[in-house]
């Protein structure tokens, strides 16, 4: 079929005003926030199931890639179309279709705002709890098909953890139903539990049922500060080992903390060389009893240890942290921020060599590398800026991020705890996964024949 006679039909399918083969269009659909680029053929902006069944029949008939998209704010190039063909933008799904309280959980279209979904459920006293940086911007859609997570994972877990059922569009244009509205079922294979993390390799996901949480009555966070990275990361061992789950424990290192404090001077960050931000979340008692844990735990290690003394200063701490992805570049302007090796995950008690194994590669390359994360639960962004003019850069670049990913895997770790595989670390699947990826391979050539779903992703 000829390339206008597939813009016709795809008109005739959502709407000439859902249709776009324009050059300037095309263009802001090549990229996300990686370094992967690929030009798109079309882009459509589909607004119900039936017509991303008929869309996806059109493609699987055609045998045209078909990429769906979110908000675009994916690190490892998951929404980039590298093959062409057509970029599905979800964001216009982005309804509220059922808020069932009773039986803690809400329906919703996968291009609802992670934030705006939150904003939702606050007045009725509950929440959604993974908590991505990019949750302002980010949806649903995407946040299900990375299976992202975010700085409340280490109590809440991922988003895979909420998801009960959902809908999902495959290959050949069928729709079908996974899951259930029960808090639990172990009827059949997990697909619902498959279709997670799968970043629309294996299908598109049209609708999502969505497991609530009660907020909790009373939140504190503590403030402790290190004379280097490793000390902090013994200390994260220290107080997991000690019994109390803290709902968040984040990392800044000296090179994040001298960015946050030159990007806003009044949020006065302590010089250290880290510093760890605890939160625990719970009843007023429950709170009380985990600082004063965490605090006993840190302090042989620690050289200064605060507690916020209300909310405003709480919510002062944690929009610091919120601060760091604008914050990065601040410490030297003719340096750009690359997402690149910013993602590994290692084992708890791995995490002290994990950030001492970091130092040495910086000192290796001459390569700046700021880390930060949910170090709580292994998580680790190693951020790093070059001149993205110098060649040389690049080079470094690239070999400090290859040696970060290759350490992670060698500790029993991952190439990426949540931002995703996408086009950027497909290369390393084989070396972490061994004969699991082609396990997966296996299911995906069951389930996307022609391979016409996201291809060149995953390393399948």
């Known amino acids: 079929m000829q390339k206008s006679d597939i813009l016709k039909n795809l008109q005739e399918i959502a709407g000439n005003e859902r249709v776009s083969a324009s050059s300037a269009d095309l263009y802001?659909?090549?990229?996300?926030?990686?370094?992967?680029?690929?030009?798109?053929?079309?882009?459509?902006?589909?607004?119900?199931?039936?017509?991303?069944?008929?869309?996806?029949?059109?493609?699987?008939?055609?045998?045209?890639?078909?990429?769906?998209?979110?908000?675009?704010?994916?690190?490892?190039?998951?929404?980039?179309?590298?093959?062409?063909?057509?970029?599905?933008?979800?964001?216009?799904?982005?309804?509220?279709?059922?808020?069932?309280?009773?039986?803690?959980?809400?329906?919703?279209?996968?291009?609802?705002?992670?934030?705006?979904?939150?904003?939702?459920?606050?007045?009725?006293?509950?929440?959604?709890?993974?908590?991505?940086?990019?949750?302002?911007?980010?949806?649903?859609?995407?946040?299900?098909?990375?299976?992202?997570?975010?700085?409340?994972?280490?109590?809440?877990?991922?988003?895979?953890?909420?998801?009960?059922?959902?809908?999902?569009?495959?290959?050949?244009?069928?729709?079908?139903?996974?899951?259930?509205?029960?808090?639990?079922?172990?009827?059949?294979?997990?697909?619902?539990?498959?279709?997670?993390?799968?970043?629309?390799?294996?299908?598109?996901?049209?609708?999502?049922?969505?497991?609530?949480?009660?907020?909790?009555?009373?939140?504190?966070?503590?403030?402790?500060?290190?004379?280097?990275?490793?000390?902090?990361?013994?200390?994260?061992?220290?107080?997991?080992?000690?019994?109390?789950?803290?709902?968040?424990?984040?990392?800044?290192?000296?090179?994040?903390?001298?960015?946050?404090?030159?990007?806003?001077?009044?949020?006065?960050?302590?010089?250290?060389?880290?510093?760890?931000?605890?939160?625990?979340?719970g009843t007023e008692n429950t709170v009380r009893e985990g600082i004063v844990m965490i605090e006993d735990a840190c302090k042989s290690l620690a050289t200064n240890i605060r507690a916020a003394a209300n909310k405003e200063e709480r919510d002062e701490i944690w929009a610091a942290r919120r601060l760091v992805g604008a914050a990065v570049s601040r410490l030297d302007p003719m340096r750009t921020r690359v997402y690149v090796g910013e993602d590994v995950g290692v084992p708890i008690k791995e995490i002290p060599r994990m950030l001492h194994k970091v130092r040495e590669i910086s000192d290796e390359f001459g390569l700046p590398i700021m880390t930060y994360g949910h170090i709580g639960d292994g998580n680790l962004h190693t951020g790093m800026c070059i001149d993205v003019l110098e060649d040389g850069d690049w080079d470094k670049l690239n070999r400090a991020a290859d040696k970060i990913h290759l350490t992670a895997i060698e500790m029993g770790g991952t190439v990426t705890a949540e931002h995703g595989v996408g086009g950027a670390r497909a290369d390393y699947l084989e070396l972490e996964l061994g004969k699991a990826l082609d396990v997966m391979m296996i299911i995906k050539k069951a389930l996307d024949p022609k391979g016409i779903l996201n291809p060149g992703k995953m390393g399948v």
């Open 28 to 281: 802001c659909y090549s990229c996300d926030a990686s370094q992967i680029r690929g030009m798109p053929d079309f882009v459509i902006r589909p607004d119900t199931t039936e017509q991303i069944s008929e869309i996806v029949k059109l493609a699987y008939d055609n045998e045209i890639p078909i990429t769906p998209r979110g908000a675009g704010t994916g690190l490892a190039g998951g929404a980039v179309p590298v093959e062409g063909g057509i970029v599905l933008d979800m964001s216009s799904m982005k309804r509220v279709l059922d808020l069932d309280l009773d039986n803690l959980q809400i329906v919703v279209e996968p291009g609802i705002v992670q934030e705006k979904l939150n904003a939702h459920l606050e007045p009725h006293g509950f929440f959604f709890p993974p908590d991505p940086g990019s949750s302002a911007m980010c949806t649903l859609g995407g946040l299900i098909a990375n299976n992202g997570s975010g700085m409340r994972s280490v109590k809440y877990g991922t988003t895979r953890n909420y998801v009960l059922a959902l809908e999902v569009v495959l290959a050949d244009g069928t729709v079908i139903n996974t899951g259930s509205k029960t808090m639990k079922s172990v009827s059949g294979y997990s697909l619902t539990d498959l279709f997670v993390g799968s970043e629309g390799t294996l299908g598109i996901i049209t609708k999502a049922t969505l497991k609530v949480r009660a907020l909790p009555k009373e939140r504190s966070v503590l403030l402790a500060s290190f004379e280097n990275p490793e000390l902090a990361g013994k200390a994260v061992v220290k107080v997991l080992s000690s019994g109390i789950v803290p709902s968040a424990c984040e990392i800044l290192d000296s090179n994040i903390i001298q960015a946050i404090n030159a990007y806003d001077p009044h949020i006065g960050l302590p010089k250290a060389g880290a510093i760890l931000l605890f939160e625990v979340d």
